[in-house]
């Protein structure tokens, strides 16, 4: 997709080229379409994130291959039962959407002369990020989330009245019912999403050469061997089958692997992402570290956070010399390198602390930060019998912090959802903050939410500003 056209300048050149501001989108959606009820121990129901895939690291007592738990794990979604209809789902993303574009103006009024003073924006970089976020002709981005997306029996018809309405649409799936149903991949393939995203995370480079090498009918027969709940080897499949029969029915469609990096797969980064990117001709890899939730313990160490460094700078020199397959997000590497120049080495704990999610960036830290709204599950319990329940999900908050969602679900209110989006989130963040127990937190490490250098500035921890300032001097020029 060509770049929208606001007038050329080197600064703007240089945001575009490295990822800080995106060329067509000035905001994102994340819905979460797989929130189901699932009842509560002791009576009631709470929303949940369903997934039909298992991914942990272990399952009584035997290793999984897989290296990290997702809490919508199939395993953990005893008695949860039914999503939210199509016209619901649309027309929470609808009206979240049109807000999006009021949000924009009340924070171009009242906020980014704020920002710009305390993160030390140049009047030329400055006035370059406002004309192109600015501009008429950006748009707000969708992406449709979950669990699993594709369980969804009207998920292609979501995804076509997401762009009826004007929506740049990705698709994050794991990818199975293009392997187990054909008719979907027809349906995806008359209206297909801008980027279908698929998970990569648990699988050695020369399994991927091997897996890579195999039709689809030998990708379907070797799922069908794996056990049930080894998600993540299963994922490694269908991911493949997806794009390998997507790429044979010359579908226009962009493909990119989210590739969640932990210290199992840390050492072997970099090899994952060439193999990737050598069977997978055009594609995109988006490797990200992985994040803690509750009380889960930190997914990095001491010891495994040079790799992960070397990996970083890799990222941020190959954005600067526009290598191929890398996710350009210049600003996002520029931040996890800060975090290496604060606490690495003197402080271990706390940068894998960071590198985990903990105490990270936070888009409640400031006004204007939760630009990639999420529509999502929150953690009320209902105490209703479950036929007078309403429609699971609609919850403007987080998918990975469920204490942030609010109570009431989107509505029609659009002047109201985009206050809630300026600034209503910040004053949401300052409540749970108050009131949290330990195991409840407002920051994340996911690139996406960060979106462009405006709204990940606006959610870098203040402790950590100077040296991120220090990084975007030495790699971005001012």
Known sequence: ?????????????????????????????????????????????????????????????????????????????????????????????????????????????????????????????????????????????????????????????????????????????PGRRFMIDRQFA??????????????????????????????????????????????????????????????????????????????????????????????????????FPAQSFGTDPLCWTPESLPALRKHILHFITGTLEGKPGINRRISYYNMLEAAFRKWWPDNPTRLCQFMSGVGAWDFTLRPGGYRYVQIARNKDIYNLPQDELSYPGGHIGCFWNPHLSLSRQVGEHIEELADTFVVGMVKRGEEVRRGRREYVQTSSIMPRLALDTLSLELGIPAELVPEYLGTRLEYCGF
Request: proline share 6%; charged share 20%.
């Open 186 to 287: 027809e349906d995806i393939a008359a209206d297909p999403p801008q980027i279908l995203a698929m998970s990569f995370d648990d699988v050695h480079p020369d399994e991927i050469k091997r897996l890579s090498g195999m039709s689809l009918d030998e990708l379907k027969a070797g799922w069908r061997e794996i056990p049930k709940l080894h998600g993540q080897r299963q994922k490694a499949y269908e991911a493949l089958y997806a794009s390998q029969l997507l790429r044979e029915m010359k579908v226009p469609v962009k493909h990119l692997f989210n590739v969640v990096t932990h210290k199992g797969n840390i050492d072997h980064l970099q090899d994952i992402l060439d193999t990737l990117q050598e069977c997978v001709p055009g594609c995109l890899v988006n490797a």
């Open 1 to 173: 997709m060509s770049s929208t056209n606001v007038s050329a300048g080197p600064e703007r050149e240089f945001l575009l080229r490295t990822g800080m501001i995106n060329p067509n989108v000035f905001a994102g959606l994340q819905p979460d379409d797989c929130v189901t009820w699932q009842p509560v121990l002791g009576g009631g129901y709470v929303n949940h994130s369903l997934c039909n895939h298992t991914c942990v690291t272990e399952v009584d007592g035997e290793s999984t291959g897989g290296g990290y738990t997702c809490e919508s794990s199939f395993i953990f979604a005893k008695g949860a039962k039914g999503f939210a209809p199509r016209e619901a789902i649309v027309g929470w993303t609808k009206n979240a959407a049109a807000a999006q574009y009021v949000a924009r103006d009340m924070f171009f009024v009242d906020h980014y002369d704020k920002y710009v003073e305390e993160f030390q924006v140049p009047p030329a970089w400055a006035a370059a990020i406002k004309s192109q976020l600015t501009h008429p002709d950006m748009k707000v981005e969708c992406n449709r989330f979950g669990g699993s997306p594709e369980m969804l029996r009207d998920c292609p018809g979501i995804i076509s009245d997401s762009k009826a309405a004007g929506l740049i649409v990705n698709l994050t799936t």
